[in-house]
């Protein structure tokens, strides 16, 4: 299987950017679709974002779109999700997860899944 870890979480302030990363073990990265999901205390994990096996295609929830950047580099085994002007309501687990679907944004539809890393935005 593939294991999954996220860092680049923290404490941060409304306003405030974050990029978090998430390293895969195995060669076979490229061969998966990647996704970024958050959970809030209390609620089901959202999806957030996806990116396709070469990077080529991605897509959003559309509550993130324009604040929310996915993108991958098969060479290091990473997929990294770049967080701009961060808001309170932004503060979840923000977990990492691998499907060898296209574009995927079930949980159901990944196979793998990281241990997530903590955002919390005071404002």
């Known amino acids: 299987q593939v294991q999954l870890g996220e860092t680049g979480g923290g404490l941060v302030q409304a306003g405030d950017s974050l990029r978090l990363s998430c390293a895969a073990s195995r060669h076979t990265f490229s061969t998966y679709s990647m996704g970024w999901f958050r959970q809030a205390p209390g609620k089901e994990r959202e999806f957030v974002a996806t990116?396709?096996?070469?990077?080529?295609?991605?897509y959003y929830a559309p509550s993130v779109k324009g604040r929310f950047t996915i993108s991958r580099d098969n060479a290091k085994n990473t997929v990294y999700l770049q967080i701009n002007s961060l808001k309170p309501e932004d503060t979840a687990v923000f977990y990492c997860?691998?499907?060898?679907?296209?574009?995927?944004?079930?949980?159901?539809?990944?196979?793998?899944w990281g241990q997530g890393t903590q955002v919390t935005v005071s404002s």
């Open positions: 997860a691998a499907s060898r679907s296209f574009l995927p944004t079930m949980t159901s539809e990944y196979a793998y």
């Open positions: 990116i396709s096996y070469s990077g080529s295609s991605t």
